[in-house]
């Protein structure tokens, strides 16, 4: 079954420091998600791509995050100075279309910000 | 602003036992998804739901969107240790499309 694929499993960072999460999604696929999970809290949506943009950004997904679709397989999320409130799970997910039948999740990317 | 809101937010039962955990919302939606979440994965995409008062079984599980389709539950029989995971409510809302999420019930089945 296809999968979405994320490295690296985990991250560990100093404050201040440039990360980058990457991420390969379903190869058919043509819309792209990156979403936060902080410990113990709800998944939230970050940002979505399409067409190599940005097609929506939710309030988290602030100057210091960026997003890239480098080549025609990876697609990364890029937090350019990390704080101690960005420790969480990162997942990139993918879909067909907007109007689809559900998601494919990776399996994250712990990230913790030391 | 739509919110799904779930409960219990956790449940802690025995092999074998039944359980329902419940979507509720005061906003209606074309369709509702469930998903599972493991500790440590992604969630993964079990069952969508599209028609008011529909019900879908998968194996032990079975799932109920409301006839409003405001609201979804999901029942689980006889639970077993494999079962235990975080059971997340979706809809796809926004200017995108996008995937929102509710706030999730922990499920502990203990052998």
């Known amino acids: 079954e296809p999968e979405v694929t994320q490295t690296p499993s985990h991250q560990v960072t100093q404050m201040g420091q440039e990360v980058i999460l990457r991420c390969v999604p379903i190869?058919?696929?043509?819309?792209f998600y990156w979403y936060r999970q902080i410990l113990g809290q709800k998944v939230e949506f970050l940002v979505s791509?399409?067409?190599?943009?940005?097609?929506?950004k939710s309030e988290i997904f602030d100057d210091q995050f960026s997003v890239e679709r480098p080549d025609g397989s990876n697609f990364t999320l890029k937090i350019r100075s990390t704080k101690l409130e960005d420790s969480a799970m990162y997942f990139c997910?993918?879909?067909?279309?907007?109007?689809?039948?559900?998601?494919?999740f990776g399996s994250g990317t712990r990230l913790t910000v030391v | 602003t739509q919110l799904l809101e779930q409960s219990p937010q956790f449940l802690s039962i025995q092999e074998g036992e039944n359980l329902t955990v419940y979507c509720n919302s005061s906003?209606?939606?074309?369709?509702l998804q469930w998903y599972r979440q493991e500790p440590g994965e992604g969630p993964v995409l079990l069952v969508t739901?599209?028609?008011?008062?529909e019900v879908k079984k998968l194996k032990r599980l079975t799932f109920q969107f409301g006839d409003a389709r405001k609201d979804s539950s999901l029942h689980i029989t006889a639970a077993q240790p494999g079962d235990t995971g975080l059971y997340l409510c979706?809809?796809?809302?926004?200017?995108?499309?996008?995937?929102?999420f509710g706030t999730g019930t922990l499920l502990a089945v203990q052998p």
């Open positions: 791509f399409y067409n190599n943009e940005i097609s929506e």
């Open positions: 190869s058919n696929h043509l819309y």
């Open positions: 739901v599209v028609t008011g008062g």
């Open positions: 906003s209606v939606f074309s369709s």
């Open positions: 997910a993918s879909s067909e279309g907007v109007r689809t039948n559900g998601y494919t």
């Open positions: 979706a809809f796809n809302g926004g200017a995108t499309n996008k995937l929102i």
